[in-house]
């Protein structure tokens, strides 16, 4: 069964197309990370306008790319929620277009079970059921893992996702967006033990998160007029707080659920440091660490195409409403039909 993705949730654009037998065949994308620099974030309207100027170009590329024609596609998935409306009525809407032209049904996709659903696409990957960590700009959580739609959430941010503060904490020390990747990148310069930062909610029992108090602790502890050394130090014990907070509640998570693999996804998944830390400290408990390769720990059409094959049992018909949700809470899924 080949399936089409489309992603554009928030500031990406992205196709992909999967077999069922083959695997992931192609997948395209744009990042509209230029486009949203000069005002320091993602603005909403921009993105949406940016998703149609894009999708149809892709998707053609996507098509060229896997050798095949739009009359094989089986169906259609696209990212529901959540994200951003407007995008991601663009990327449903399209989805409904050529579902409708080609008489093939639709799948709505949760954009975090796609994250979570994401190393199933590479070679070695792990089998239910297993822990996950979904860490990105917009969430942050840990969820015991049963099959597809089989979730249970762990553990949740109570405010800031991970994601987040790196951005928040970014824009603090006068870094360009986007700020987490250049954070990271000037804490390669940091050298650890200058600063003591908290590593919030990990003297307490229980596995939610909090990272809005980092932000404040890097203000307070940023000297007026810092150099760049200063800067790169508060920098490296920043992102140390952060990977150790995460990797903390994820041991913690294994202990709990008693499962012996980890899925790590979303964009601060490709974080080194982290990477380094959670397969050391898993491996000393006899577990194993499955991440996506890099270019699928952000937002990727790929991750929803395969989520779609793995869902192809709810594909609805194109005469179908259009989904498009800000807001939907993983736990709300159901395994498919």
Known sequence: MLILGIETSCDETACALYDGSRGLLAHTLHSQVALHAQYGGVVPELASRDHIRRIHPLLAETLSRAKVEASQIDAVAYTAGPGLVGALMVGAA???????ALDRPTIPIHHMEGHLLAPMLEADHPAFPFAALLVSGGHTLLVDVEGVGRYKVLGESIDDAAGEAFDKTAKLLGLP????????????RGKPGRFKLPR???DRPGLDFSFSGLKTAVLVALPPNADEQTKADLAREF?????ETLVIK????????????????GGVGANRRLRERLVADAAKRGAKVYFPRPEFCTDNAAMIAYAGW???????????ALAARARWDLSELAPPA
């Open 177 to 188: 967006y986007p700020g987490g990747p250049n954070l990271a990148k000037l804490a390669e």
């Open 200 to 202: 919030p909610m990990t």
């Open 239 to 243: 992102e140390d707080a952060v990977v």
């Open 94 to 100: 399209t989805a409904a277009g050529i579902a409708a």
């Open 310 to 320: 793995a869902r192809r049992t709810d594909a609805i018909a194109a005469t179908g």
């Open 250 to 265: 994820c041991i913690r998570a294994l202990d709990e659920t008693g499962h012996r693999a980890l899925v790590v996804a």
